[in-house]
């Protein structure tokens, strides 16, 4: 089975500042990965995803994430956040033979002015 | 405008009486799951329908039921709810239009409780 690992459960970064996002995979063949963004009271949203080809991909609200297979990694990177960036965010993975999608438990963002 | 509905928001219940939490989605996507979300656990599916009459389970499917009858509706049923079902709950559609793996878009979440 599959398991997705976020190390950090809580971040606080300053406006402006530089986020970096965890995110582990255990899983033996290609994952479709997948970041997604949960402010408070509301559901979830897509941020990005990667099946496959350029690892580094691009998302929406200026978010990038770069799969890394030989570290089994797919990390969330934003240059500067901004304060409506404050939410949790969830790592996901699925696998290619069924359509299981497995979340990792979470990071939350704090972001201070 | 394009949605994912659930009813109700918020439910408190007692141990052992049954109930449902509906899901509607007006996208017509084939593609429909639940999901519960529990602190420090994330969210875990716990039932999947790849269309009408074709469900499967996820990863914590004990004490629970679906139905896929029609396309845009995909009800969670607890037929003897417990305490330790006392979750938020969120339903999820997708279009499987190329790959299942489509973006997913998610309901508002419902909220149960279980004493």
């Known amino acids: 089975a599959q398991s997705v690992t976020q190390p950090d459960i809580h971040i606080t970064v300053s406006e402006g500042a530089s986020l970096e996002l965890r995110c582990n995979y255990s899983?033996?063949?290609?994952?479709?990965l997948f970041w997604y963004v949960q402010s408070p009271g509301q559901g979830l949203q897509l941020l990005l995803k990667y099946f496959s080809g350029d690892t580094l991909v691009q998302g929406i609200k200026g978010f990038e994430a770069e799969f890394k297979r030989s570290q089994s990694s797919f990390n969330l990177r934003k240059p500067s956040v901004h304060w409506s960036d404050a939410a949790e965010y969830f790592c996901a993975v699925g696998r290619s033979n069924d359509y299981k999608l497995s979340f990792g438990a979470g990071t939350t963002v704090t972001v201070r002015a | 405008e394009a949605q994912v509905t659930q009813n109700p928001r918020y439910l408190i219940t007692v141990t052992g009486k049954k109930l449902t939490v509906t899901c509607s989605q007006n996208?017509?996507?084939?593609?429909m799951s639940w999901y519960r979300q529990d602190p420090g656990l994330g969210l875990r599916q716990i039932y999947y329908s790849m269309n009408v009459e074709v469900t499967d389970k996820g990863d914590v499917p004990e004490g629970y039921k679906v139905s896929r009858k029609e396309k845009r509706n995909f009800p969670l049923i607890l037929e003897s709810p417990s305490p330790n079902q006392t979750s938020l709950y969120f339903c999820?559609?997708?279009?499987?239009?190329?790959?299942?793996?489509?973006?997913?878009?998610f309901g508002p979440g419902t909220r149960l409780t279980v004493l």
């Open positions: 899983y033996g063949a290609t994952p479709y």
């Open positions: 996208m017509n996507h084939e593609y």
């Open positions: 999820a559609s997708s279009s499987q239009a190329g790959t299942v793996y489509n973006e997913q878009f």
